[in-house]
């Protein structure tokens, strides 16, 4: 039962273009999203939030968006950069309640930027 | 990243071996979380521990995994009698405090790449 898709293994870009990646949510208690980024043999690293009680949250060239009536959020990346690929994690808690460190993650998305 | 120090880096261990994962924590830090990544999955969470204290272990499972935070040295994540199921990348992480009000974001270290012949 997976309660955070990323329905798109892979994704491919030309550098300096837009990437975006996808990510949809069953659990409507989750309140609280966040995208990582991994590169190989190396453990994930924040990259941005969002609360559900945005629908947008930016940080120089990352941009987050959230549609919590499609529970739908994607990751904007402009312009994309040759260093920007990895693989990029979705994950989700339930900010309230005193579990929010227990993140639920997707599967990943592996962006490639091709210069 | 580099601050929570896992180690080793890659561990390869017989069926029926025991593994043991070491994490330290940031400087600061008191809070620890494991997190384990099986091939072509995301990362699911293990267990929280804060110093001396197990605070949620709903996600290890029930036999043969145990971890620990003692008051002095690293956490240690330790599994008896390992199979071929367990073969995975185990991540820490750490904060400062419990991850509240969306604030501290989990730090992971680099991770423990465990393969079981």
């Known amino acids: 039962d997976q309660q955070v898709k990323q329905n798109s293994p892979s994704l491919s870009v030309q550098e300096g273009r837009i990437s975006i990646l996808n990510c949809d949510y069953t659990?409507?208690?989750?309140?609280?999203f966040l995208w990582y980024k991994k590169y190989p043999a190396e453990g994930p690293t924040f990259l941005i939030s969002?609360?559900?009680?945005?629908d947008k949250n930016e940080d120089g060239r990352f941009t987050v968006f959230l549609n919590k009536s499609a529970k739908h959020l994607s990751l904007h990346i402009v312009p994309s950069q040759p260093g920007d690929s990895a693989v990029y994690f979705c994950?989700?808690?339930?900010?309230?309640?005193?579990?929010?460190?227990?993140?639920?993650f997707g599967k990943g998305t592996l962006l490639t930027v091709n210069p | 990243n580099a601050g929570v120090m896992q180690n080793p880096r890659h561990l390869v261990r017989r069926r029926g071996q025991e593994a043991r994962l070491r994490c330290s924590p940031m400087?600061?830090?008191?809070?620890v979380y494991w997190y384990r990544q099986l091939p072509e999955e995301g990362l699911k969470f293990m267990v929280y521990?804060?110093?001396?204290?197990?605070?949620?272990e709903s996600g290890m499972p029930k036999e043969r995994f145990s971890a620990e935070f003692p008051k002095e040295g690293p956490s240690i994540l330790r599994i008896q009698q390992v199979v071929r199921g367990d073969s995975a990348a185990y991540f820490c992480?750490?904060?400062?405090?419990?991850?509240?009000?969306?604030?501290?974001?989990?730090?992971f270290g680099n991770g423990t790449r465990l393969t079981v012949t």
């Open positions: 994950a989700a808690n339930k900010n309230s309640g005193g579990s929010n460190y227990k993140l639920t």
């Open positions: 521990l804060q110093k001396e204290n197990i605070i949620d």
């Open positions: 992480a750490s904060s400062p405090t419990p991850t509240g009000n969306g604030g501290s974001p989990l730090h």
């Open positions: 969002i609360s559900s009680i945005k």
């Open positions: 400087k600061g830090h008191s809070h």
């Open positions: 659990n409507s208690m989750f309140d609280y």
